[in-house]
T-cell receptor, first 109, second 113 residues
Framework: AQRVTQPEKLLSVFKGAPVELKCNYSYSGSPELFWYVQYSRQRLQLLLR??SRESIKGFTADLNKGETSFHLKKPFAQEEDSAMYYC???????????FGGGTRLMVKP | DVKVTQSSRYLVKRTGEKVFLECVQD?????MFWYRQDPGLGLRLIYFSYDVKMKEKGDIPEGYSVSREKKERFSLILESASTNQTSMYLCASRRPGHTYEQYFGPGTRLTVT
């Protein structure tokens, strides 16, 4: 079975502060990890994925297989980063995508 | 531009009614998905479809069924709506393969009274 845990339901930071949204997973095979984001009144969309190893809107995420984590980081938060963030796992054994419970990020001015 | 559309943004139904939620994608994707989104629970998979006329149960299929008669359309059916099915429903589509991203529709907020 595959499982994704996001321990923080809400994360509140000031503009310019560093941000780390935590994501832990359990999966016995070779997973593909994603971060999806939902801005207010917009549809859920992909932010970044492990396989691409890229930085999107200043966010990065590194897969740590030893700690089974895929934390999302940004060195300097912006107000426009305020949104709901979901970590998701896709296992190599099938087509299902398992989502974590989500973390709401609020960036205060 | 990638497009997934859902038939309604808001829907209010009475307990016991049969409810149809429609999803259409224009990307020729084989895989389509139905999720419900609830605060604190994230997205939970109800059903998904590998291809036309093919379906598999997700994590919470009870009380739901699906139909995929055409590649572009995936319907979610609530046979007899109940108040605990009040939720936001999201449809998504994707190319086959677990490394590909899912493209989501805008969602349908269903209220069952």
């Amino acid at each position: 079975a595959q499982r994704v845990t996001q321990p923080e339901k809400l994360l509140s930071v000031f503009k310019g502060a560093p941000v780390e949204l935590k994501c832990n997973y359990s999966y016995s095979g070779s997973p593909e990890l994603f971060w999806y984001v939902q801005y207010s009144r917009q549809r859920l969309q992909l932010l970044l994925r492990h396989i691409s190893r890229e930085s999107i809107k200043g966010f990065t995420a590194d897969l740590n297989k030893g700690e089974t984590s895929f934390h999302l980081k940004k060195p300097f938060a912006q107000e426009e980063d305020s949104a709901m963030y979901y970590c998701a796992l896709s296992g190599d054994a099938g087509n299902m995508l398992t989502f974590g419970g989500g973390t709401r990020l609020m960036v205060k001015p | 531009d990638v497009k997934v559309t859902q038939s309604s943004r808001y829907l209010v139904k009475r307990t016991g009614e049969k409810v149809f939620l429609e999803c259409v994608q224009d990307m020729d994707h084989e895989n389509m998905f139905w999720y419900r989104q609830d605060p604190g629970l994230g997205l939970r998979l109800i059903y998904f479809s590998y291809d036309v006329k093919m379906k598999e149960k997700g994590d919470i299929p009870e009380g739901y069924s699906v139909s995929r008669e055409k590649k572009e359309r995936f319907s979610l059916i609530l046979e007899s709506a109940s108040t605990n099915q009040t939720s936001m429903y999201l449809c998504a589509s994707r190319r086959p393969g677990h490394t590909y991203e899912q493209y989501f529709g805008p969602g349908t907020r269903l209220t069952v009274t």
